[in-house]
């Protein structure tokens, strides 16, 4: 899928984004030679335009993306409270440094992917949730 804006395309942002296309492990045929990586999520992410229509993946490509959301997810969910424990020593930091980190899902599945990649409501809230899922969780047995 194309930007609509180009100054994005060389950074950080950019380079999480389309992550999962680069490392897309399926082959597919494209031009009569089997192809892995961002030739074959490309055709793969053709196909599922073609047939579900424009903004819309299908499950094997939503379910294949949403398995990078719950990665990233998770590494944050570490990370936040390895920082917090270790630098901050508190575990009251944890919970503002995750309470920043679902901010910044919200602006990001709701605002940014809209803008820049045009992603379709349903497409955001499904990777909202998909984001916030360990998050919560780890809320939900934590907080009493």
């Known amino acids: 899928m194309r930007m609509r804006k180009k100054r994005f395309e060389h950074g950080i942002y950019h380079a999480l984004v389309v992550f ?3 490392v897309y492990p399926f082959r597919m ?3 009569g030679q089997w192809v892995r990586g961002r030739r074959a999520y490309d055709a793969a992410l053709r196909r599922a335009f073609r047939r579900y229509g424009p903004g819309r993946y299908g499950y094997s490509l ?3 993306r949403a398995l990078f959301h719950l ?3 998770l590494l ?7 920082l917090s424990e270790y630098f901050l020593g508190s575990e009251f930091a944890l919970y503002i440094v995750l309470a920043l980190t ?3 899902i919200s602006f990001q599945e709701f605002y940014l992917q809209r803008r820049l990649y045009r992603q379709l409501w349903r497409k955001g809230v499904f990777d909202w949730a998909t984001w916030m899922m360990p998050i919560g969780l780890y809320l939900f047995t ?3």
């Open 20 to 22: 999962p296309d680069v």
């Open 62 to 64: 939503s379910l294949y």
């Open 76 to 82: 944050i969910l570490f990370s936040a409270a390895f």
């Open 142 to 144: 934590h907080l009493r």
């Open 71 to 73: 990665v990233g997810s």
């Open 102 to 104: 679902a901010l910044f």
């Open 29 to 31: 045929l494209v031009a």
